[in-house]
């Protein structure tokens, strides 16, 4: 009976201590969305260059996630979503020699800017989803733009959505991130596991409502692009 309670207790106490260590790092760890597009016959160059980017980002200490996406229907479109255990191992990144050789190459290949953008959590589920899962997924990304004026409303309705849809069937990931230079500007981040199961959620009832109470606050079209991980 004694060894059977201590068991109790130890499982208790360890159940915690992971419950603490994942809220941890939910408040601290930095996240950055980045977008690109190259010229159509320079995306199987750009497609190696990521890819070597994130082999060597992934090993970084301090390094959570590291994906690469290219967009369904517009494959010259790309998007890097990182997840990084804090700031200081974000700015690390940035000065890796990896990242810079990267940019680099990169920039002789761009038909426009690296529009890179640190986030931080506004509403996240596990940041350790597994990578099989993930990479199997289809991705949405989303920039949310919500008028000055509405901004606590519109900020509180992303972070309600996004708690729905993580208990969605064939959700595996669920964000909602806010831009760290402007904080009425917001991206979600969802990985469903196949497209039945992202038109599903589209569809919710849940989904509907914040689409209609989103638009007469939104500063820009709901933006919604759909890409596969390709690293």
Do not use: C
């Amino acid at each position: 009976m004694l060894k059977s309670s201590r068991l109790l207790i130890a499982i208790t106490l360890l159940a915690l201590g992971i419950t603490h260590s994942a809220r941890a790092a939910d408040s601290d760890t930095a996240y950055i969305v980045t977008y690109f597009e190259t010229s159509f016959a320079d995306k199987d160059k750009v497609q190696a260059l990521a890819r070597k980017l994130s082999d060597a980002s992934s090993k970084e200490d301090g390094n959570l996630r590291f994906e690469v996406l290219q967009r369904i229907g517009q494959p010259d479109q790309f998007a890097i979503l990182e997840a990084w255990k804090d700031k200081t191992a974000a700015t690390a990144h940035v000065d890796a020699v990896h990242t810079k050789e990267f940019r680099e190459k990169l920039g002789a290949l761009l038909r426009g800017t690296y529009d890179e953008r640190p986030h931080t959590a506004l509403g996240v589920g596990d940041v350790n989803v597994p990578v099989a899962k993930s990479r199997a997924g289809i991705y949405g990304v989303t920039h949310v733009d919500i008028v000055p004026t509405e901004k606590e409303r519109g900020v509180n309705l992303v972070k309600e959505m996004a708690g729905n849809s993580r208990s969605d069937a064939g959700n595996i990931r669920f964000e909602a991130l806010t831009q760290n230079s402007r904080p009425n500007h917001m991206t979600v981040v969802e990985i469903w596991k196949n497209k039945a199961a992202s038109d599903a959620n589209e569809a919710a009832p849940h989904k509907i409502k914040f689409r209609q109470t989103l638009t007469p606050m939104s500063g820009s079209l709901y933006d919604e692009r759909f890409y596969r991980q390709i690293n």
